[in-house]
């Protein structure tokens, strides 16, 4: 009940596409559901991040779509770019210090 | 920007040494975590620390794992006797008390490898 599922695996898009990339989770108790960023060999930095009292939040190019009823959240990326080319992880948590669980991953290549 | 910082960045051992794992949290924090990352896996969580406590740990988190605040800066993660199966990216992370974001901040990892 504690997993959050993240689909797909890997996915690629060319320059100005917009890829989106799914996350479901069971535990209703989750109350925060943010994504993170993570370039090979670095610490995961938060991208963006939702509660579950909106259904949408916008910040620049990333935009997180959120359905309570299905319990599900998405990321999408508009006018992707080649920079943005990286593993994406969805997470949620319940609680303000809580551990964040992670989703599995997305492996982002935009193509020019 | 205030970050959190990690050392070393690589550590190899071999089996059956004991590593300590070090990170400075961002200054006015007041909680920490330690996350893992086996090659091509998710990230996953082992411990948080709050008002120098476990506040809670994972099942990874056995009694080969200990975590310590030494000083008013540091906070360090302590595998007793390696395994190869410890082997892994090793993320610390803190956290503002509270804030609209409760956000956490990673810091660059340390990779571990376990020979």
């Known amino acids: 009940q504690q997993q959050v599922k993240q689909s797909p695996q890997s996915l690629i898009v060319q320059k100005g596409g917009i890829p989106i990339i799914n996350c479901a989770y069971e535990?209703?108790?989750?109350?925060?559901f943010p994504w993170y960023q993570q370039f090979p060999g670095k610490g995961p930095a938060l991208l963006i991040a939702?509660?579950?009292?909106?259904s949408e939040k916008k910040e620049g190019r990333f935009t997180i779509s959120f359905n309570k009823s299905a319990k599900q959240f998405s990321l999408h990326i508009m006018d992707s770019q080649p920079g943005d080319s990286a593993t994406y992880f969805c997470?949620?948590?319940?609680?303000?210090?809580?551990?964040?669980?992670f989703g599995t991953g997305t492996r982002l290549q935009v193509t020019l | 920007e205030p970050e959190v910082t990690q050392t070393p960045s690589h550590q190899v051992t071999q089996m059956g040494q004991e590593v300590i794992l070090r990170c400075v949290p961002i200054?006015?924090?007041?909680?920490f975590y330690w996350y893992r990352q086996i090659l091509g896996q998710k990230v996953e969580f082992l411990v948080s620390?709050?008002?120098?406590?476990?506040?809670?740990k994972s099942e990874i988190f056995d009694d080969q794992f200990s975590v310590e605040r030494p000083d008013g800066s540091n906070f360090t993660l302590k595998i007793r006797s390696t395994k190869l199966e410890d082997s892994a990216m090793y993320f610390c992370?803190?956290?503002?008390?509270?804030?609209?974001?409760?956000?956490?901040?990673f810091g660059p990892g340390t990779r571990l490898t376990v020979t």
């Open positions: 997470a949620a948590r319940t609680g303000t210090a809580s551990k964040l669980t």
């Open positions: 535990n209703t108790a989750f109350d925060y």
């Open positions: 939702i509660r579950p009292d909106v």
């Open positions: 200054s006015n924090h007041l909680y």
């Open positions: 620390f709050y008002n120098n406590e476990i506040s809670e």
């Open positions: 992370a803190s956290q503002l008390p509270s804030g609209a974001r409760y956000e956490q901040y």
